[in-house]
């Protein structure tokens, strides 16, 4: 999939790898955000009274939680230039199923298992819809967030179910002994670390961003653009339903409008970690120290007194910010580049960063 | 051109940085500084820090409520605190929960979206030494220390019932306009209202009860069939906000305005032409300033240890006079407050 004249377009692929390794690690969308989600925690931790509390990491992870296990596939489909704005929906529709089957009798381990099978099957809509039928993930996904939705609240009406086997919730709550960290990082750890193995060091992965960056090239170089894309929205309908059974035991309470909106938190927190909506680019570790950025911002600001209002004020702008701010930049840089380019007929030896 | 890109995102990232950093010093050490002024302000050894969680911001009924609470929180020198979600998800106050307790502020005062979701937060910010009240909605008795019970059905029944039958002159064919016909307050409001009619009113006759499930243009449409099909009618019972909203209404543009009384549980601002019109001579609710003074009293009481929470315990409220907590650790405000054309320029809810 690559060639070796620097000219052509492909010349990206080797890009990478035309600056030194330390460059390569540190000089990234990824690292721009751990370094600002460091600043922003020590910053809290100086200026933000009771933010140093270990309760502060117990409740800042369980909140998390389930847009940290959602980003994870979300992260993959956004790569292959697809979006799936359904996940919210899924994880109401599955906490309403666990909620149900627990009512009805059936042990709490299996109306879970079910719960999740339930995600799988939104997730295989999703991807028959895609995939098979060919439609566009944006169009298809915000169908299927309203039906899945709907599904959930017509089920349940506006009540709720909210007896639970107490040794679950325990669990779901719980932290892992000895440290302020909640038992469901475990498991997120277990996923994070699969996905990450995935994206990073699998052919499978590499196909991904093939996929992302030209899916005609990608299916002439031997690549099932419309398996893997299947794959990707059972997967992620996967997640999102054990993060709908998770959401369920951590308030225990299961609701059809359980988790509304989540999936803007989700999408939000995976382009702040520096995935591009256009396909092709970004990574896992910059993703989770998205939502972590986004989490522990409204946390500590949460903290200060600021009102709800204003924490997504400042949410949005750094939002807004990171991707205007790129652009102006982009637009900047393609000025200076056109101009070397004139001189020197290639831009190899790029000046430092604006 | 891709290395363009990953150069132009980090500097981009950077600037966002810098901003940001700057936005939460900025905002930490303001943050700090109120904190600081707290603890002097404080005085005495009881934490009277008192958080206020409504069900979502912006929202008049707790503007009105909260404003009560900051008043009996100034009269007794606490610090006052307002905070809460934009939106009232079942979740969305949990983070809110989460955050007061590790400010370790001394009570905190909530409208409880969902009984059950905020309970186990609740629970864990009561473990962590803070008062929890709960005002307006409930949580599960387990959940919380008090809960000031703004009204009873009882009380609710009562008044409705005393309104119209003083509307009419005690005598002749009333309806009641509900909400939907499984809201599971309105039916108990209506079958308390059913024997309080039986017991007191013997020439009031309830003749039917239509449901306008909440929806203006329904409820509007079922107070004109209902005009219909009685021509004798001589009054409406609307418990419901948008019931009796909807029904004033089409009363008011209609023959029937001043002929049929119209009378239920609504807010002033909703019903306020048509209490300056005529068309509605009183209709009731409680006072919300009333209930967030209440709540604030009752949080004090509970940090100072003047009361646990148990039954027959009793506390001093201010202007309010002295309250006892009742079965389940529950605090009745009083009888439903009656609005009208006299007091009704006094709230803006």
């Given at each position: 999939?690559?060639?070796?004249?620097?000219?052509?377009?492909?010349?990206?692929?080797?890009?990478?790898?035309?600056?030194?390794?330390?460059?390569?690690?540190?000089?990234?969308?990824?690292?721009?955000?751990?370094?600002?989600?460091?600043?922003?925690?020590?910053?809290?931790?100086?200026?933000?009274?009771?933010?140093?509390?270990?309760?502060?990491?117990?409740?800042?992870?369980?909140?998390?939680?389930?847009?940290?296990?959602?980003?994870?596939?979300m992260?993959l489909i956004i790569i292959t230039e697809e979006i799936d704005l359904s996940v919210?929906s899924?994880?109401?529709?599955?906490?309403?199923?666990?909620?149900?089957?627990?009512?009805?009798?059936?042990?709490?381990?299996?109306?879970?298992?079910?719960?999740?099978?339930?995600?799988?099957?939104?997730g295989f809509i999703n991807g028959f819809l895609v995939t098979v039928v060919g439609l566009p993930s944006l169009a298809v996904t915000i169908g299927t967030l309203a039906l899945f939705?709907?599904?959930?609240?017509?089920?349940?009406?506006?009540?709720?179910?909210?007896?639970?086997?107490?040794?679950?919730?325990?669990?779901?709550?719980?932290?892992?002994?000895?440290?302020?960290?909640?038992?469901?990082?475990?498991?997120?750890?277990?996923?994070?670390?699969?996905?990450?193995?995935?994206?990073?060091?699998?052919?499978?992965?590499?196909?991904l961003?093939?996929i992302g960056l030209n899916k005609e090239?990608a299916a002439?170089?031997?690549?099932?653009v419309g398996?893997t894309k299947f794959?990707l929205f059972?997967?992620s309908g996967?997640?999102?339903?054990?993060?709908?059974?998770?959401?369920?035991?951590?308030?225990?309470?299961?609701?059809?409008?359980?988790?509304?909106?989540?999936e803007?938190?989700?999408i939000?927190?995976?382009?702040?970690?520096?995935?591009s909506i256009f396909g092709g680019?970004?990574?896992?570790?910059?993703?989770?120290?998205?939502?972590?950025?986004?989490?522990?911002?409204?946390?500590?600001?949460?903290?200060?007194?600021?009102?709800?209002?204003?924490?997504?004020?400042?949410?949005?702008?750094?939002?807004?910010?990171?991707?205007?701010?790129?652009?102006?930049?982009?637009?900047?840089?393609?000025?200076?580049?056109?101009?070397?380019?004139?001189?020197?007929?290639?831009?190899?030896?790029?000046?430092?960063?604006? | 051109?891709?290395?363009?890109?990953?150069?132009?995102?980090?500097?981009?990232?950077?600037?966002?940085?810098?901003?940001?950093?700057?936005?939460?010093?900025?905002?930490?050490?303001?943050?700090?500084?109120?904190?600081?002024?707290?603890?002097?302000?404080?005085?005495?050894?009881?934490?009277?820090?008192?958080?206020?969680?409504?069900?979502?911001?912006?929202?008049?009924?707790?503007?009105?409520?909260?404003?009560?609470?900051?008043?009996?929180?100034?009269?007794?020198?606490?610090?006052?605190?307002?905070?809460?979600?934009?939106?009232?998800?079942?979740?969305?106050?949990?983070?809110?929960?989460?955050?007061?307790?590790?400010?370790?502020?001394?009570?905190?005062?909530?409208?409880?979206?969902?009984?059950?979701?905020?309970?186990?937060?609740?629970?864990?910010?009561?473990?962590?030494?803070?008062?929890?009240?709960?005002?307006?909605?409930?949580?599960?008795?387990?959940?919380?220390?008090?809960?000031?019970?703004?009204?009873?059905?009882?009380?609710?029944?009562?008044?409705?019932?005393?309104?119209?039958?003083?509307?009419?002159?005690?005598?002749?064919?009333?309806?009641?306009?509900?909400?939907?016909?499984?809201?599971?307050?309105?039916?108990?409001?209506?079958?308390?209202?059913?024997?309080?009619?039986?017991?007191?009113?013997?020439?009031?006759?309830?003749?039917?009860?239509?449901?306008?499930?909440?929806?203006?243009?329904?409820?509007?449409?079922?107070?004109?069939?209902?005009?219909?099909?009685?021509?004798?009618?001589?009054?409406?019972?609307?418990?419901?906000?948008?019931?009796?909203?909807?029904?004033?209404?089409?009363?008011?543009?209609?023959?029937?305005?001043?002929?049929?009384?119209?009378?239920?549980?609504?807010?002033?601002?909703?019903?306020?032409?048509?209490?300056?019109?005529?068309?509605?001579?009183?209709?009731?609710?409680?006072?919300?300033?009333?209930?967030?003074?209440?709540?604030?009293?009752?949080?004090?009481?509970?940090?100072?240890?003047?009361?646990?929470?148990?039954?027959?315990?009793?506390?001093?409220?201010?202007?309010?006079?002295?309250?006892?907590?009742?079965?389940?650790?529950?605090?009745?405000?009083?009888?439903?407050?009656?609005?009208?054309?006299?007091?009704?320029?006094?709230?803006?809810?």
């Amino acid at each position: 999939m690559t060639t070796t004249a620097p000219e052509t377009q492909t010349v990206r692929t080797y890009k990478a790898h035309a600056h030194p390794a330390w460059r390569r690690v540190l000089v990234t969308r990824e690292a721009a955000v751990i370094a600002l989600l460091v600043i922003v925690i020590a910053t809290a931790i100086a200026s933000v009274p009771n933010f140093d509390s270990p309760l502060t990491v117990t409740y800042l992870l369980r909140d998390l939680a389930p847009i940290l296990l959602i980003a994870l596939p979300m992260t993959l489909i956004i790569i292959t230039e697809e979006i799936d704005l359904s996940v919210a929906s899924i994880v109401g529709l599955t906490s309403v199923m666990t909620g149900i089957l627990t009512q009805a009798g059936w042990p709490f381990a299996i109306a879970a298992i079910t719960a999740i099978l339930v995600g799988t099957v939104a997730g295989f809509i999703n991807g028959f819809l895609v995939t098979v039928v060919g439609l566009p993930s944006l169009a298809v996904t915000i169908g299927t967030l309203a039906l899945f939705r709907g599904i959930a609240v017509g089920l349940l009406g506006t009540t709720a179910i909210t007896e639970f086997p107490e040794y679950w919730t325990d669990l779901a709550k719980d932290n892992i002994p000895g440290t302020p960290i909640p038992g469901i990082m475990v498991p997120f750890a277990v996923l994070a670390i699969a996905f990450a193995l995935v994206l990073h060091f699998t052919p499978f992965g590499r196909s991904l961003y093939a996929i992302g960056l030209n899916k005609e090239a990608a299916a002439f170089s031997g690549i099932d653009v419309g398996r893997t894309k299947f794959l990707l929205f059972m997967v992620s309908g996967t997640v999102s339903g054990f993060a709908g059974v998770y959401f369920t035991l951590l308030y225990s309470n299961a609701r059809g409008d359980n988790a509304t909106g989540m999936e803007l938190s989700v999408i939000a927190a995976v382009l702040l970690g520096g995935v591009s909506i256009f396909g092709g680019r970004g990574a896992l570790h910059g993703v989770i120290a998205g939502v972590l950025l986004i989490g522990t911002l409204g946390s500590a600001l949460r903290l200060a007194g600021v009102t709800s209002d204003i924490i997504n004020v400042i949410t949005g702008v750094l939002l807004v910010l990171s991707v205007v701010s790129a652009s102006f930049l982009a637009w900047l840089r393609s000025r200076r580049i056109s101009a070397i380019g004139r001189k020197k007929g290639r831009s190899s030896t790029a000046p430092e960063p604006i | 051109m891709f290395n363009h890109d990953r150069t132009r995102r980090h500097a981009g990232a950077t600037f966002t940085a810098l901003a940001l950093g700057a936005a939460l010093v900025l905002t930490g050490c303001a943050a700090g500084g109120n904190g600081g002024g707290d603890d002097a302000g404080d005085g005495g050894d009881a934490n009277l820090a008192i958080t206020f969680l409504p069900k979502n911001l912006g929202n008049p009924y707790f503007d009105t409520s909260n404003a009560g609470g900051e008043e009996a929180i100034e009269e007794f020198g606490g610090t006052f605190a307002e905070v809460g979600p934009s939106e009232a998800s079942p979740t969305s106050q949990v983070t809110f929960i989460q955050t007061a307790a590790q400010q370790g502020v001394g009570g905190l005062v909530v409208s409880a979206n969902d009984p059950e979701a905020i309970c186990d937060a609740l629970n864990e910010a009561r473990d962590a030494g803070v008062k929890v009240v709960t005002f307006d909605s409930d949580t599960n008795a387990e959940c919380r220390d008090l809960f000031i019970n703004q009204a009873t059905a009882e009380g609710i029944a009562k008044s409705q019932i005393d309104l119209i039958s003083e509307q009419i002159g005690d005598e002749g064919q009333i309806a009641i306009l509900s909400a939907s016909a499984n809201a599971t307050n309105q039916n108990a409001w209506i079958e308390l209202m059913e024997e309080e009619l039986a017991a007191n009113h013997p020439n009031i006759e309830l003749v039917e009860t239509v449901y306008g499930d909440d929806d203006d243009q329904t409820s509007f449409d079922k107070t004109a069939a209902l005009l219909q099909t009685y021509p004798d009618l001589k009054g409406i019972i609307s418990p419901t906000t948008v019931g009796i909203a909807a029904a004033a209404r089409y009363l008011s543009t209609s023959e029937y305005k001043g002929q049929v009384a119209l009378t239920g549980l609504g807010t002033p601002n909703q019903m306020r032409e048509y209490v300056e019109d005529g068309t509605v001579t009183a209709f009731a609710l409680w006072n919300p300033a009333d209930l967030g003074y209440l709540a604030a009293y009752a949080t004090k009481a509970l940090i100072e240890g003047e009361i646990t929470g148990e039954e027959g315990d009793s506390f001093e409220a201010g202007k309010l006079g002295e309250y006892e907590v009742g079965a389940d650790g529950v605090v009745l405000l009083g009888d439903p407050f009656v609005f009208n054309a006299d007091n009704i320029g006094d709230f803006d809810f």
